[in-house]
């Protein structure tokens, strides 16, 4: 009975059906070694909540996959090539709007990609599952974590300060192979987005305008990257990426936006230099970068004078945009550019 757990057989069924459809309760039975009675009885519960359709006749079934898909998997790092996993074990199994497909298949690669290539880990698990509204997609490795990579790798003390580089985009610790698009665009693609890594946690929701926001952690190493879109979505591929290019074509990636609240946490005033040079850190790759500061209720003359005149003078090519201020915080912004 434990090898007809309903649970692990949602796992792999999806796939067994597509590629059994004729001989799907000969299948079963050879790979848990259930017996006929009890494989026909898991067949007929998994029917009948949606995991699979049965046609032909009782004699000579014939079984599909359902509303109701999933595909899980695990994989080796070393020399995984991340289009062959989609290729072959999870795309021929599922049924999406071609432009859901489109975005799911852009995370799925560049997702599996970031922990081949980044996470120092040895295997990952990959789970998409399809329901009658949602897509939704679980990518765990066994890595460094992606905080901790991104602390090492750009000389950071803090997981906060690594998720608000994270979220400025264009991060990568590989430059000469990445452009530090893949994460940043499949977080922009999502309705649901969460990343998990050694006891930290940010979230993501399509709908709350706040952006980025803490999560509550999944107590285990390495890093779980989970994002789900509806299958109703309007959102596009090409709309998310021309979001974030000033000409509008997508083709450039050169405007940002920083929340100034995961520098100091909701609330917090943001009183020092350093801080502001924080905000600073690599925007010169970008022409245009709008300063958010919801969230933040007061910030010091130290912080506005660094920024928005210091760094602003020695960087005149990148134009900085302000937005959502108190008004204390906006005289302080406007004293510190007429310096």
Request: charged share 25%; hydrophobic share 40%; aromatic share 8%.
């Given at each position: 009975?434990t090898r007809l757990?309903?649970?692990h ?9 597509s590629?059994?459809?004729h ?8 790979r848990?070694?259930a017996?006929?009675?009890?494989v026909?009885?898991a067949?007929r ?7 699979l ?8 079934p014939?079984?599909?996959?359902g509303?109701?898909?999933?595909v ?9 090539q991340e289009?062959?996993?989609?290729q072959?074990d999870?795309?021929?199994h599922?049924?999406?709007p ?13 997702l599996?990609n ?5 996470s ?7 789970s998409?599952r ?9 990518v ?6 992606v905080f901790?990579k991104i602390?090492t790798?750009?000389?950071l003390?803090d ?5 608000l580089?994270l979220?400025?985009?264009r991060?990568?610790?590989?430059p000469d ?5 893949g ?5 922009q693609?999502a309705d649901?987005?969460d ?6 946690a940010?979230?993501r929701?399509?709908?709350e305008s706040?952006?980025?926001r803490?999560?509550?952690?999944l107590?285990?190493?390495g890093?779980?990257?989970y ?5 109703n979505?309007?959102?596009s591929l090409?709309a ?7 000409a509008g074509d997508?083709?450039?990636f ?11 946490g ?7 230099r350093?801080?502001?040079r924080r905000v600073?850190?690599?925007?010169t790759?970008?022409r245009r970068a709008e300063?958010?500061?919801?969230g933040?209720?007061d910030?010091?003359?130290g912080?506005?004078d660094?920024?928005?005149?210091v760094?602003?003078k ?5 134009e900085?945009?302000?937005t959502n ?6 005289a302080?912004?406007?004293s510190a550019r007429a310096?």
């Amino acid at each position: 009975m434990t090898r007809l757990s309903f649970d692990h057989l949602t796992l792999w069924i999806t796939a067994a059906a597509s590629e059994h459809s004729h001989d799907l309760p000969g299948h079963v039975e050879e790979r848990t070694g259930a017996s006929r009675r009890a494989v026909l009885a898991a067949l007929r519960r998994l029917t009948e909540a949606g995991w699979l359709t049965r046609s032909g006749s009782s004699r000579r079934p014939v079984y599909g996959p359902g509303a109701l898909r999933q595909v899980a998997r695990s994989y080796t790092l070393h020399g995984l090539q991340e289009d062959l996993p989609w290729q072959r074990d999870f795309a021929p199994h599922f049924d999406l709007p071609r432009h859901v497909e489109r975005m799911i298949r852009h995370g799925f690669t560049e997702l599996v990609n970031n922990a081949a290539d980044h996470s120092g880990g040895s295997s990952v698990t990959v789970s998409l599952r399809q329901t009658p509204t949602h897509v939704q997609l679980l990518v765990s490795d066994d890595g460094i974590g992606v905080f901790d990579k991104i602390c090492t790798a750009f000389s950071l003390e803090d997981p906060q300060h690594a998720m608000l580089e994270l979220s400025k985009g264009r991060l990568t610790s590989n430059p000469d192979a990445h452009t530090g698009r893949g994460l940043f665009f499949s977080s922009q693609l999502a309705d649901v987005f969460d990343i998990h890594a050694n006891n930290t946690a940010y979230q993501r929701r399509a709908w709350e305008s706040a952006g980025w926001r803490r999560g509550k952690a999944l107590p285990r190493q390495g890093s779980s990257i989970y994002m789900a879109i509806a299958l109703n979505t309007t959102r596009s591929l090409d709309a998310a990426m021309e979001a974030w290019s000033l000409a509008g074509d997508g083709i450039e990636f050169d405007q940002t936006r920083v929340q100034l609240r995961l520098l100091a946490g909701e609330g917090q005033p943001l009183d020092s230099r350093a801080q502001a040079r924080r905000v600073g850190l690599r925007l010169t790759t970008f022409r245009r970068a709008e300063i958010d500061f919801e969230g933040v209720t007061d910030v010091g003359h130290g912080f506005t004078d660094e920024l928005f005149r210091v760094f602003a003078k020695a960087h005149p090519q990148v134009e900085l945009q302000p937005t959502n201020m108190t008004p204390r915080i906006a005289a302080l912004v406007k004293s510190a550019r007429a310096g």
